[in-house]
Structure formats: C-alpha cells, structure tokens
T-cell receptor, first 116, second 114 residues
C-alpha cells in the first residue's frame, strides 16, 4: 500500500483480556518495527523484524507481549492478559533496511489501546 | 547515559524568530541521523536526514558534529505550523543486520507564539 496501515485505530479492552494489533507495512519494505508510546512519553522500542531473520525482541516488556510476521508482509502484536499499564499508542513502522544506509522509518497512525 | 538525549523544553518562541535544538548521542559508531516531527496525538514523521556536511531544506538546517557527538536543528522564520515535538533519531544500536535500527530521543517540544 501507499503507507503503513494499522488496525484497529482505537481499542478499549477490559483488564485481563487479550488483544491483537495489526500492521500492514509499505509494500517492498523489508524491515518492520513496533514501538509503544505512553501519554506524554517518548517512543519505546518493542520488537523488529528484518525479512526472514529471527526478530529482535529485546524491547518486549514482558512475556505477555509477542509479535509475529510472515515474510515481508503483515505483522500482528499480541498482548495477553492486558494490564492498565499497557494503555498506550502502539506504533508500527517500516523501512527499506539496508546495511549501508538508513532511509528512516515511515510510521503508521498507531493503535490507541485503553485498558479499563 | 542515554543513547540519545534532548532538552525536553518546552521552547516557547514568537512567530518569525529563529530557534535551535541540540541533541547528543552516545554511540560514536552511529552512521545515520534524522530529525522527526511529531504533532500532538499523531505519529512521528520524517522531517529531514542529517548529513555529515550539514544540510538545509527551506527554513530548516541540520548540522552534525561527529567529534562532539551532537546534531542540531535550526528553524528560521518560525511559523505557527512549526509547533510540534521534534525528535532526534540516531542508529545507536547497530544490531545484527547493520545500521537499520533507530533510537529515538524523547523529543523537544516547540510552541510558536503569535
């Protein structure tokens, strides 16, 4: 697609429920990233995927968080047993990742998750 | 020390003034540098890349000082529409795949006052 698409744009869930967030990257972008941004805070790295290589999961805050991506297509971020502190905007980005040069990321508009 | 550090501001600047932000980074091996802009309740958007020789895009000028490990953003003739949070971005953690993983500063908030 023309841009990075995320769904849903807003999600309200009850504490303890599981949620699944979806990201559709720009066609041809080999790298995909998930970030979290709490209200008034900076971007917190969660996970990134590069092609078919093993993902860098170093930013996932707990084992309740997991993400998958098949090849260079759609990614899903799953949060199990949601807690109130999970409330944030979850941003997905994609890029033409290259060893020699970085072209920067393009972000989706995010999923605003509210846990009540 | 944080990988990328910025003055959080806020900077409140009258319309038409010139304003400058600095940002420092910790990884001397970093190769890619950017400024992103984030409007309230919106996603970050790439403003400009920062090149070693410095670069300009209209009213915006970016500079890189590798020796001191800082980058700067200068905005001339500021407009009301420049009000936003400006994020300094560096590939501070080279990761396993090269230089593609970026680290974001927490941002500097700018408000242009009419």
């Amino acid at each position: 697609g023309a841009g990075v698409s995320q769904s849903p744009s807003n999600k309200v869930t009850e504490k303890g429920k599981d949620v699944e967030l979806r990201c559709d990257p720009i066609s041809g972008h080999t790298a995909l990233y998930w970030y979290r941004q709490r209200l008034g805070q900076g971007l917190e790295f969660l996970i990134y995927f590069q092609g078919n290589s093993a993902p860098d999961k170093s930013g996932l805050p707990s084992d309740r968080f997991s993400a998958e991506r098949t090849g260079e297509s759609v990614s899903t971020l799953t949060i199990q047993r949601t807690q109130q502190e999970d409330s944030a905007v979850y941003l997905c980005a994609s890029s033409l990742a290259m060893q020699e040069f970085n072209y920067g990321y393009t972000f989706g508009s995010g999923t605003r998750l509210t846990v009540v | 020390r944080k990988e990328v550090e910025q003055d959080p501001g806020p900077f409140n600047v009258p319309e038409g003034a010139t304003v400058a932000f600095n940002c420092t980074y910790s990884n001397s091996a970093s190769q890619s540098f950017f400024w992103y802009r984030q409007d309230c309740r919106k996603e970050p958007k790439l403003l400009m890349s920062v090149y070693s020789s410095g670069n300009e895009d209209g009213r915006f000028t970016a500079q890189l000082n590798r020796a001191s490990q800082y980058i700067s953003l200068l905005i001339r003739d500021s407009k009301l529409s420049d009000s936003a949070t400006y994020l300094c971005v560096v590939n501070g953690n080279l990761g396993d795949f090269g230089n593609e993983k970026l680290t974001f500063g927490t941002g500097t908030r700018l408000t242009i006052i009419p």
